[in-house]
């Protein structure tokens, strides 16, 4: 039998990404600017629903995003083709963003050009549920093809996620996942609200966007 630990993080680290945080959403508060934190693993389809969501509401409010990623030009790019300004912060070797990234990637932003920011955290269920970035809302998003087991395996993102999107469940028979469990268990963990989606099918993209107007229209 191997001895298991728990190995807490320095509480240095947070309360100061916690007061960093509160500063940015000061920020955001000040210049009517709604900020979604959309996490979930490499794959699951962030970047896919930020582009439906860019393309279905544009038309409505002015958007603009930042991408975080180890490497983070990549989605920027596929951002950038919808027409929207978008910012790409490389974390290097950080597996997460931080309020600290955040406030950086917003020095030379005119804030006063956008009402809706999407921020992609680095493909990740661990460590980005520790630290706040100034968001309103916190969207987690996990897909069929992680296995039906996946929110049970990473319980403490969920707690704090005002919706967890379980997406691409047009393939949950092939890979055999069950997405109704997957719903289950994100309600089980605390998760405030859960939707399915298929971003290649179009199946729940008007509920992921209903979400998003009445969090821009709640703040």
């Known amino acids: 039998m191997h001895k298991v630990s728990d190995v807490k993080m320095g509480q240095d680290i947070l309360r100061i990404n916690r007061h960093i945080a509160s500063e940015n959403r000061e920020l955001f508060d000040r210049h009517g600017i709604t900020v979604f934190n959309v996490m979930g693993a490499i794959g699951s389809g962030k970047t896919c629903l930020i582009e439906h969501a860019i393309e279905m509401?544009?038309?409505?409010?002015?958007?603009?995003c930042i991408a975080g990623d180890v490497v983070a030009s990549y989605d920027s790019e596929r951002m950038a083709r919808h027409g929207v300004p978008v910012i790409p912060v490389s974390t290097g070797k950080e597996c997460h963003l931080d309020a600290h990234f955040v406030e950086h990637a917003l020095e030379d932003v005119d804030l006063a050009s956008f009402d809706v920011l999407f921020i992609e955290n680095v493909g990740n269920l661990i460590c980005p549920a520790d630290f706040d970035l100034g968001e309103h809302a916190k969207v987690v998003v996990v897909s069929v093809s992680e296995g039906d087991d996946i929110v049970?395996?990473?319980?403490?993102?969920?707690?704090?996620?005002?919706?967890?999107?379980?997406?691409?469940?047009?393939?949950?028979?092939?890979?055999?996942?069950?997405?109704?469990?997957?719903?289950k268990d994100a309600v089980s963990c605390g998760s405030s609200s859960v939707i399915l989606t298929s971003c290649r099918k179009g199946e729940g993209l008007a509920s992921w966007v209903s979400f998003l107007r009445s969090v821009i229209k709640g703040t």
């Open 57 to 64: 509401l544009k038309g409505e409010y002015r958007i603009a």
């Open 152 to 183: 049970l395996k990473h319980p403490v993102i969920f707690k704090t996620a005002d919706l967890t999107v379980v997406n691409k469940v047009d393939i949950a028979p092939y890979v055999g996942a069950s997405a109704e469990k997957m719903h």
